[in-house]
């Protein structure tokens, strides 16, 4: 078999005009497909340049961003201090959750093959349903606001971390595992002193990637109603005050990029630290 | 015909790497430069081809073509021009692994091709045929198909010589190109620039003198930035002593290095391909 | 030795073994941390039963799912697909060319901090921000959700094209310019083939989540499934909307299923050589 993947021609490799055949019925075949969708979707994208004017329009009016919020409104610091709690929180209970069931789905520490299948098939399920959906639910339960959106972030830990603790799980040595129980120790026991330490330095580092995660959900679930600054966000939006909207959209680029900053050092810290026990 | 005068650079401190390097390559000549490690010799190439600044002195570049070149102060579309007739083959070989032997041996033209045609439709077919005649040349021509990166060393440094060939330079430029060979591929590849060397000059830089006393027709020996020896490629004894210093030893009888996987298979029953000229166990020569 | 450490040797010194200096020390951290974040979220723990009981409840009216309303759902979904196949090679295409100005190897300093700073900031940014924008400006429609998932696209492709190329070696791009290649040139005979397993694999896991991320913006105004399920529950068809879950559900599936796939055949052989 050639290179490329197409027969040799006696020439005893494929001639650049073939290839280039080949590569421009390839490009033309996308090309082809995405204008037939675009146009199926009634996607217009001159509208760039005919409703360009709207987008300036906007943009005028969001600058010069009213940061003067930051200092009048303290009520902000308060939504700031929700979305990062809600984050916070909701990584813990989701990561640990997670981290309990992930035993369940891990091939080589499950009960039972059958729990392992319904385990991962709920992580997957889970990552399936679209956050909002699980939010509104919990909204009947729980009420507006951030208990029902931390919530929500939990669930959705368990669905995206349960899967990627338990692939940690399953890909560890089984050698001290297997000296563990030599020794006489039941199977919570080779846990705690097997496969716990050599699983937690994926775990942490996960940790600390979901965090980055749910703060960004908390954000957008607050747009949907779950509080803290995203709900401040579309406040903003739909009394028409945009100068609001960019100082806010700012704020929220700031407290992103500042939190991976921070969750950044931390986990370095810990790392250099070794506080694993 | 490249004219190189008092080529200079210096530390940041002050301190020369390369003090007046002077040197001619000609018509006809395979010119091999010798030195210790960290004499000058890869830097002094570097210069020639302007992947690092001189600090003084010229490189003067005169193509078959007629035009000059000063190397040293070329910049943008003069320096591509310069690059487009000089032919450069690396230690490292590296070339494009991903891509087909045939395609790297054509990037060799890059410069020769507009860079909107190299976007739109590459290379056309008479230039994949005189590909392969590159190919024929350093007896890859069965290989062309192949992704590049299923080669071994030696048969990866062929195909570079094959783009260097392909380029139709006025001058061969080679950087230690058999430092990462075993002896016997090592034979190949200089067997292979020696006649080369008979109707473009190749300056090549190399770490073995026994090679370039066998091969080349004239030597240059740097020490300490300064052309120390210019002329016959046989040294004597006393002459390797004075360019090498305590180095010597290891030049002349390399200690055997941690085998490589290629080390390995040479000697493994299972792949078949025994050395016999080396007594069955490889020593790979480094620098 | 940090000094909360330091102090509560001194205070606590006869009374704790050595041992369990430190880790009590990160517990207390930690206890406080979550007290306060509980009590920032309005955390009622004599609320989450009777909370948990009631979201029980709720699910009841979900079930059994309408499957009448299926053949209606089919279209939606579509058109969810459809934005986020459109939207992934246009946000590829943007993402490559910030790649390659975020590049320290192919890009002069204060383009390459420029490009990633854009990349980070757009990072920061949740895409739903991104879509309320560009639906007041545009109202809404296909246009801004397109625009949003390929705009969005450039924070997470950006930034892993921009790796790619940094990783790649050098002196592959040396030797390819040591032929008097103009840069562009380079680029083409050298970056793109190094790259391009990479750029495969990650804008195909790109499209898996602008499918994702399609059905949320969906729900704000983008069309396709979103919509129906978010009009679904507005009007308390639970039913349906349980429907319009199920579907999505296979959709994401479907598109995970497919996404490995490829990736895992571009990986080992290459599709496109």
Redesign the interface.
């Given at each position: 078999m050639s290179a490329t993947g197409l027969p040799l021609p006696a020439l005893g490799y494929v001639p650049p005009s073939a290839m280039f055949r080949r590569r421009t019925a390839i490009i033309a075949g996308v090309v082809a497909f995405i204008t037939a969708a675009g146009v199926y979707l009634n996607f217009k994208p001159w509208m760039l340049f005919t409703d360009f004017h709207h987008l300036v329009r906007l943009a005028d009016e969001m600058v010069p961003p009213n940061v003067a919020l930051l200092w009048t409104k303290t009520a902000l610091y308060q939504s700031v201090a929700e979305t990062v709690a809600m984050a916070f929180l909701g990584t813990l209970v989701g990561g640990t959750v997670a981290f309990a069931l992930a035993f369940v789905a891990a091939k080589n520490t499950t009960p039972h093959p059958w729990l392992r299948h319904v385990a991962r098939l709920g992580f997957g399920l889970e990552r399936a349903t679209p956050n909002f959906v699980v939010l509104l639910i919990l909204f009947i339960a729980f009420g507006f606001g951030p208990y029902a959106a931390m919530i929500a972030l939990a669930i959705g830990s368990v669905g995206m971390f349960g899967k990627l603790f338990a692939d940690a799980i399953e890909q560890i040595d089984p050698g001290p595992c297997e000296a563990v129980a030599s020794v006489g120790a039941n199977p919570f026991q080779v846990i705690r002193y097997a496969v716990i330490p050599q699983v937690l330095p994926s775990v942490v580092a996960n940790g600390f990637y979901a965090f980055d995660v749910n703060m960004r959900a908390a954000i957008a679930l607050g747009v949907y109603g779950g509080g803290g600054i995203g709900f401040e966000l579309q406040l903003a939006m739909k009394v028409l005050r945009y100068p609001d909207v960019l100082a806010l959209i700012l704020l929220v680029i700031v407290l992103i990029t500042g939190m991976e900053r921070v969750s950044d050092l931390i986990r370095r810290s810990l790392l250099r630290s070794d506080t694993l026990k | 015909m490249l004219n190189v005068e008092q080529l200079t650079k210096k530390l940041p401190d002050g301190r020369a790497l390369l003090d007046g390097i002077s040197f001619r390559v000609s018509r006809g000549e395979f010119v091999g430069v010798l030195g210790a490690s960290g004499a000058g010799k890869s830097l002094t190439l570097r210069c020639i081809l302007g992947l690092t600044r001189a600090d003084g002195g010229t490189a003067t570049l005169q193509a078959n073509d007629g035009q000059t070149f000063e190397l040293t102060t070329c910049k943008g579309r003069c320096q591509r021009e310069a690059r487009r007739r000089m032919g450069v083959i690396f230690q490292g070989f590296n070339l494009v692994k991903r891509l087909r032997v045939i395609d790297n041996v054509m990037i060799g033209r890059l410069a020769q091709i507009h860079p909107l045609r190299s976007w739109l439709y590459g290379f056309t077919d008479a230039e994949a045929a005189e590909a392969l005649e590159a190919l024929r040349r350093v007896k890859m021509e069965k290989y062309a198909d192949r992704t590049t990166g299923s080669l071994s060393g030696g048969e990866m440094q062929r195909v570079a010589i094959a783009r260097a060939v392909f380029q139709k330079p006025s001058l061969y430029l080679a950087d230690e190109p058999i430092a990462s060979l075993d002896p016997s591929n090592s034979l190949a590849i200089m067997k292979l620039l020696q006649p080369l060397a008979k109707e473009t000059p190749v300056l090549g830089v190399f770490h073995q003198p026994e090679m370039t006393a066998r091969f080349c027709t004239r030597v240059i020996a740097i020490k300490h930035g300064k052309i120390v020896y210019d002329g016959n490629p046989g040294l004597s004894h006393a002459q390797l002593e004075d360019i090498y210093g305590d180095e010597l030893m290891q030049v002349l009888r390399p200690a055997p290095a941690a085998l490589t996987p290629e080390d390995v298979s040479a000697v493994s029953p299972f792949s078949g391909r025994i050395d016999e000229s080396t007594g069955g166990l490889l020593a790979k020569q480094t620098t | 030795m940090s000094s909360p450490t330091a102090y509560l040797h001194r205070r606590t010194g006869a009374l704790l073994p050595r041992r369990l200096r430190?880790?009590l020390l990160?517990f207390f951290v930690l206890g406080t941390?979550?007290a306060?974040?509980?009590r920032?979220?309005?955390?009622?723990l004599s609320?989450f039963f009777p909370?948990?009981l009631?979201?029980v409840e709720?699910?009841r009216f979900f079930f059994p799912p309408d499957w009448s309303s299926l053949q209606e759902m089919l279209v939606p979904a579509l058109?969810t697909v459809?934005?986020a196949?459109?939207a992934t090679?246009l946000g590829v295409v943007l993402s490559f060319f910030f790649g390659l100005a975020g590049a320290r190897n192919l890009s002069p300093p204060w383009l390459r901090s420029t490009a990633r700073t854009l990349i980070?900031?757009e990072?920061?940014?949740?895409?739903?921000?991104v879509l309320?924008?560009?639906v007041?400006?545009?109202g809404v429609?296909?246009?801004p959700g397109?625009?949003a998932l390929a705009i969005g696209s450039v924070g997470m492709l950006g930034k892993l094209f921009a790796d790619a190329i940094e990783e790649l070696?050098a002196?592959?791009l040396?030797?390819?310019?040591?032929?008097?290649?103009?840069r562009?040139?380079i680029i083409?005979?050298?970056v793109l083939?190094?790259v391009?397993?990479a750029l495969l694999s990650n804008s195909i896991f790109r499209f898996e989540v602008n499918i994702?991320a399609s059905?949320?913006l969906g729900?704000?105004g983008a069309g396709g499934i979103?919509f129906e399920?978010?009009k679904a529950?507005a009007l308390l068809e639970y039913e349906r909307?349980m429907m319009a879950?199920l579907v999505?559900?296979l959709l994401?599936?479907g598109a995970?299923r497919v996404s490995d796939f490829l990736r895992r055949r571009v990986l080992d052989g290459?599709k496109?050589?």
């Open positions: - | - | 430190k880790p990160a941390l979550i306060v974040s509980a920032l979220c309005k955390v009622d609320e909370g948990l009631k979201g709720v699910l058109v459809l934005l196949a459109v090679p980070g900031v990072r920061a940014l949740p895409e739903i921000i309320l924008l560009l007041a400006a545009l429609g296909p246009f397109v625009i070696d002196k592959v040396e030797s390819v310019g040591s032929v008097g290649a103009t562009s040139q083409r005979f050298a083939p190094e391009m397993p994702r059905v949320l729900a704000v979103g399920l978010q529950m909307a879950v999505t559900l994401v599936f995970e290459g496109l050589a």
